[in-house]
């Protein structure tokens, strides 16, 4: 059963600017990681935040968790042609250690 | 130097013919995975391995079987395939401790049934 949900489903940008997506989920986690999928591509990892951290930073990227929500939201900052992708959150839960369980993914373009 | 690399990239094939796709990391990793993504980017876990070992078996048809023989190589293979089955297979793997490790993608397999 699906897991994560991504708002908006597509997202429309100009080059420069911020780009913010939302992951709700259903269930309580260990983690929650997001992914970028360039198209015709496989996914690519992108940051990895565990149920006890509220925030994460990696390069131009920014990560908050609020698990009395059960949201997630990934902030890309100054963006690039190049960030126009699909970008997915997925989520770890109970003792599944294995096994992630994807939302749907926001397609995010970035206009030169 | 692939990190996970699928093959085919491409399978094309008439409804109720046998396929199958294989899958090899060179990462060391202890855990691979078969997704199935949809026309609608929907990705589903299909079955995971760690070190050989089936752990995951999400529900399937029996038309697909898993197989690994050895803890860098997982392979999926289709019997009588059915126009549902149109999609793109993706494998994965990671490294199997304690559950907080990130997954790494093959670029996946595009299979087309006519």
């Known amino acids: 059963s699906q897991q994560g949900e991504e708002d908006p489903q597509a997202l429309s940008i100009q080059e420069g600017e911020n780009a913010t997506m939302n992951c709700s989920y259903k269930?309580?986690?260990?983690?929650l990681q997001w992914y970028r999928q360039n198209s015709g591509r496989g996914l690519v990892h992108l940051i990895l935040i565990r149920s006890n951290e509220r925030e994460k930073h990696s390069g131009r990227l920014r990560v908050t968790l609020d698990t009395s929500k059960k949201s997630s939201s990934l902030l890309i900052t100054a963006s690039r042609a190049a960030d126009t992708a699909s970008y997915f959150c997925a989520t770890q839960s109970g003792g599944s250690n294995y096994k992630l369980t994807f939302g749907k993914g926001t397609l995010l373009t970035v206009n030169p | 130097d692939t990190a996970v690399s699928q093959t085919p990239k491409y399978l094309v094939t008439q409804m109720g013919n046998d396929k199958s796709i294989k899958c090899e990391q060179n990462?060391?990793?202890?855990?691979m995975y078969w997704y199935k993504q949809d026309s609608k980017k929907f990705l589903k876990i299909m079955f995971s391995y760690n070190n050989k070992e089936l752990i995951i078996n999400e529900t399937v048809p029996n038309r697909f079987s898993p197989k690994s023989p050895d803890k860098a190589h997982l392979n999926l293979h289709i019997n009588s395939l059915e126009l549902g089955d149109s999609a793109v297979y993706f494998c994965?793997?990671?490294?199997?401790?304690?559950?907080?490790?990130?997954?790494?993608f093959g670029d996946g397999t595009r299979l087309s049934i006519l």
């Open positions: 994965a793997s990671s490294t199997g401790t304690g559950g907080y490790q990130p997954q790494h």
């Open positions: 269930t309580s986690i260990n983690n």
């Open positions: 990462l060391g990793h202890d855990t």
